[in-house]
């Protein structure tokens, strides 16, 4: 069973990041336990209609796994320079902000949902969906 949801997982991830721009996501995106991420959201854009792939991509994981919890890790683009690190990691609170807002609407139990901030040295700010 676990194979199964683990290649379903992966068809999830492949067929949803088939219509975002995630060029280097799969390289980029293990998470330290070597997890590849459910879904990947790339803030590459002033508008990213993020909602209804991530609204599908959840509702698909919990057919499979009803009891599953979710990580959301907001992934903010790395800089030396303090001052412009700090703008970086403005946009990735706020982007994570709107993911997990995205999740309240969706009346998914906020118990079963868990956040992060980190910095990688990626063109764009991202945000990461693990399931556990």
Do not use: W
């Not at 991420?37 to 909602?51: D, G, T």
């Amino acid at each position: 069973m676990k194979f199964f949801i683990q290649s379903l997982l992966v068809i999830v991830f492949l067929c949803v990041n088939g219509f975002m721009d995630t060029s280097h996501a799969a390289s980029n995106a293990v998470s330290p336990r070597g997890d590849l991420p459910l879904m990947v959201i790339r803030f590459n854009h002033s508008h990213i209609a993020y909602e209804k792939s991530l609204y599908d991509t959840i509702a698909e994981a919990l057919k499979v796994a009803p009891n599953a919890k979710f990580e959301v890790v907001s992934v903010a683009t790395q800089s030396s320079e303090s001052d412009i690190q700090k703008q970086y990691d403005k946009i990735a609170q706020t982007n994570l902000a709107r993911i997990k807002g995205t999740f309240k609407e969706m009346n998914f139990p906020l118990n079963r949902l868990s956040s992060s901030l980190i910095a990688e040295p990626i063109k764009y700010n991202e945000v990461r969906i693990y399931i556990h």
